[in-house]
């Protein structure tokens, strides 16, 4: 947890960041859980790809849980299988994704949740502990961008947002405290969360480029 001084630095550094305004909410179920793997530690052109190409060739062929499950086990769950189960999805040689993809859906399966409608009430009620630890590859950070894909109020903690942080406060911050310091910053700012973690992000990669 960040102290008060920390809270107040980070305060101070965000109300110098220019406000925009990101309010993308997930409105395919399908799109949702193909966007989650993609979307973390990947460039944002890769990401508007892979989902442009799964939109161009894909799309009317997986439209429910059950339609990508018969995609996945048309390919063998090793790595050979997985890369072309990437490539197959996006165009891309991700075959790491794809291995998290089946773990994903796997996850949702067992707890029958097949649909939209579905995804946000457990985004709801669901926290980082019920997901962090069951699918190989996907933590707190993919857990944060998945529940706001879902409609949450809150933060992803990615890298540009955890060096924001850490540039604020003068000390390293893990992903939950980076989610915790950041939400009671924005309520203090009388922001949405999901404002401000897209403003500090859109920040990040404008001085780092």
């Known amino acids: 947890m960040l102290d008060e001084d920390e809270l107040s630095k980070l305060e101070t550094r965000c109300r110098a960041v220019p406000i ?33 190409y ?3 060739h ?3 062929e997986v439209r429910s849980l059950d339609d990508l499950e018969q995609v996945l086990a048309r390919f063998p769950a090793d790595r050979e299988g997985n890369d072309k189960l990437a490539q197959y999805l ?9 291995q998290e993809l089946r773990g994903l859906v796997a996850y949702f399966r067992d707890r029958d949740i097949t649909d939209l409608e579905a995804l946000r009430a457990w985004a709801r009620a669901s926290s980082e502990r019920d997901f962090t630890g069951h699918i190989k ?14 409609g949450v109020e809150t ?3 990615d890298v540009h947002v955890l060096r924001f942080v850490t540039s604020a406060t003068g000390r390293a911050v893990n992903e939950l405290e980076a989610v915790d310091a950041l939400e009671e910053v924005a309520r203090r700012l009388e922001l949405s969360p999901r404002t401000l973690d897209w403003s500090i992000w859109e920040y990040q990669r404008g001085t780092s480029q």
């Open 54 to 56: 799964f939109e161009a």
């Open 90 to 98: 996006w165009g891309y040689h991700h075959w790491r994704r794809a």
């Open 20 to 52: 925009t305004e990101n309010e993308y909410v997930a409105t395919d179920f399908v799109a949702a859980l193909l966007e989650t793997v993609m979307d973390y530690q990947n460039a944002t052109t890769t990401v508007e790809r892979a989902g442009k």
């Open 155 to 157: 933060v992803k903690p």
């Open 137 to 150: 590859g996907l933590g707190p950070t993919v857990y944060q961008g998945l529940v706001m894909r879902a």
């Open 58 to 60: 894909r799309w009317d």
